[in-house]
């Protein structure tokens, strides 16, 4: 639930006027203990302090949680987790053990059904108070496109001068190293990870794949690592690719090996995507919206 912004950033949020007036924690106040109502735009839990709304994430629906108020805001508070002391009835362990540290994903502390509902209840809350259009009829019978895991055909990562690549901690430029993605496809677990990690270290790359096996990295750095990526490439023999699968390389946006593009097949239709283009990262809803 990467997509969507932070209930903080919405003057009209439930409870959450804009960033002015915000006041460092008191580190001698008590830790609450709160029960969250209900997930917001952004994924954070709301929970209420003497009739103040409070926003903590990772929390789910009906948790009794003991948190930290980080941040004082006017008319509501920022918080973070320090445990669960009742679970809500949707809590489940999440199925990545990166969860929680690494800052991409938002409600895999969730059920699925209870994900599905808690995104159709945020866009549901934005036609309203937005809007000001009740779509909740519209939203009844949506249905899910997809599995849960193993979704998304595009990941971008970051360099670490202390480890492999990874993803930035949540709320952190800090880099949390990758052993796996659920959400990315099996492919890019087994074979392009650990591809990665003999890669010269770089800032950031990307790996776009499409659904026959074929994908493209980008790689972005300072000029001095396309060097060693140029005699990477060289010892290759005539027609070998980098890796399996592998059709096309970038450094920094400009092709240094192979093409700059990959075709995806969807609903029936071929697109050509650019490594520079925006394409749905959900295969199985770009189906259901092309179909």
Not at 110 to 135: E, N, S
Request: aromatic share 6%.
């Amino acid at each position: 639930m990467n997509e969507i912004d932070d209930p903080n950033k919405n003057p009209e949020s439930d409870g959450s006027p804009d960033s002015n007036g915000a006041t460092a924690p008191d580190e001698t106040a008590p830790t609450p203990e709160l029960r969250i109502e209900k997930l917001v735009t952004g994924g954070a839990g709301l929970a209420r302090q003497d009739g103040r709304a409070v926003f903590v994430p990772l929390t789910a629906p009906g948790d009794l949680a003991s948190v930290r108020i980080t941040q004082h805001k006017k008319g509501f508070a920022q918080a973070e987790l320090l445990a669960v002391i009742e679970p809500g009835p949707d809590r489940i362990d999440a199925p990545c053990p990166h969860y929680g540290q690494c800052g991409g994903c938002d409600l895999q502390h969730l059920t699925v059904p209870a994900q599905r509902r808690a995104k159709v209840d945020i866009v549901a809350d934005c036609f309203r108070r937005l809007g000001k259009r009740d779509v909740t009829d519209l939203l009844a019978d949506a249905e899910p496109a997809g599995e849960p895991l193993g979704y998304r055909n595009r990941i971008r990562l970051f360099g670490s001068p202390l480890g492999p690549y990874g993803m930035m901690r949540r709320g952190t430029h800090e880099v949390v190293a990758l052993d796996q993605c659920p959400i990315m496809p099996e492919v890019f677990n087994r074979d392009i990870l650990p591809w990665l990690r003999m890669l010269p270290p770089v800032e950031q790359l990307t790996v776009r794949l499409n659904n026959e096996g074929h994908w493209l990295i980008s790689v972005f750095g300072p000029p001095t690592r396309m060097r060693i990526l140029k005699k990477i490439l060289a010892a290759l023999e005539p027609g070998e690719a980098p890796a399996p699968g592998c059709v096309g390389l970038m450094f920094n946006n400009l092709p240094v090996w192979g093409r700059d593009y990959l075709v995806y097949e969807v609903a029936g239709h071929s697109f050509r995507v650019s490594s520079r283009a925006f394409f749905q990262g959900n295969l199985a809803v770009t189906g259901e919206a092309v179909g």
